[in-house]
């Protein structure tokens, strides 16, 4: 019998609270249980840099899990987001994740999918593309470790805004739709494409373009619980996770 794929995204550690990390840490449990395999889409941490010898404080007891599940046998795969991307190293050899730093294509429970984070796909957001390419260039990481971890952890919740989200502003709701526009295109382009799942917009979508063809955002664990899982042979799965239940499957998101 074949197992499902469990997947979600935007976990955002380091700037939810111990009551959500603690849920999904539970939820880690719960599909690795399950799964045949398990995929975080990206901003599993609010900040990731790996410097020489330093790991990021605060994230024992997910990284501990991450492990245990890999030493079990459950593969876990990663992609980098927008917030984590500079991961590398040791999340492959000492916690044994696959980590992935761009968009790919997989095939998942029978499904071929478009898989990325989402951010720097669509139109729109052409100071967050310049930004992305000095960010994430050599000579900007090369510096970057040069400057000292606790200061650069300073720097990055600065700028982060992961704390500031509730509710979903306008420019999410319209960021969602530029995103939602990208996939269905992106299906529609590519007859051979099952599947595109994204995240980065932090709110769960299922849009069907046509018979067991899917544009999916996997959503968030700031304000939502929400994860995918994907079955041969059955149409995907967004589901919420249940904080009172925690062992329950779920329910459909809205």
């Known amino acids: 019998m074949c197992r499902p794929i469990y997947l979600s995204g935007d976990v955002h550690l380091g700037a939810i609270s111990r009551e959500r990390e603690d849920s999904f840490l539970r939820w880690l449990e719960h599909a690795g249980a399950r799964a045949e395999r398990v995929i975080l889409n ?3 941490f609010d900040f990731w840099f790996e410097y020489g010898s330093v790991i990021p404080r ?3 007891r ?5 492990a245990t599940l890999v030493d079990g046998g ?5 992609m980098g987001g927008n917030h984590d991307w500079w991961g590398g190293s040791y999340l492959e050899e000492e916690v044994g994740v696959t980590f992935l730093r761009e968009p790919t294509v997989l095939s998942l429970a029978g499904h071929r999918t478009f898989l990325a984070h989402g951010d720097g796909l669509g139109r729109g957001d052409l100071g967050y593309r310049l930004l992305r390419l000095i960010l994430r260039s050599g000579p900007t990481r090369w510096a970057f470790r040069w400057v000292h971890p606790d200061v650069g952890a300073r720097l990055a919740r600065a700028v982060s ?3 500031q ?11 969602t739709r530029t995103l939602e526009g990208w996939g269905v295109a992106k299906l529609r382009s590519d007859p051979t494409l099952d599947l595109v799942v994204l995240s980065h917009t932090h709110i769960p979508l299922m ?8 544009y999916i955002n996997a959503g968030d ?4 619980h929400s994860y995918l899982v994907l079955e041969k042979g059955a149409d995907p799965r967004l589901l919420e996770w249940e904080i009172s239940h925690p062992y329950a499957e779920g329910r459909p998101t809205s």
Not at 62 to 66: E, R
Not at 74 to 78: A, D, F, T
């Open 58 to 60: 605060g994230h024992t």
């Open 221 to 224: 664990w700031v304000t939502h």
């Open 42 to 44: 990206g901003d599993l």
């Open 62 to 66: 997910v990284l501990g899990a991450l």
């Open 165 to 175: 989200r509730g509710t979903a502003t306008l420019d999410e709701k319209a960021r």
């Open 161 to 163: 805004k992961t704390n």
């Open 74 to 78: 459950v593969p876990i795969m990663l």
């Open 207 to 214: 849009t069907e373009v046509g018979p067991g063809r899917w």
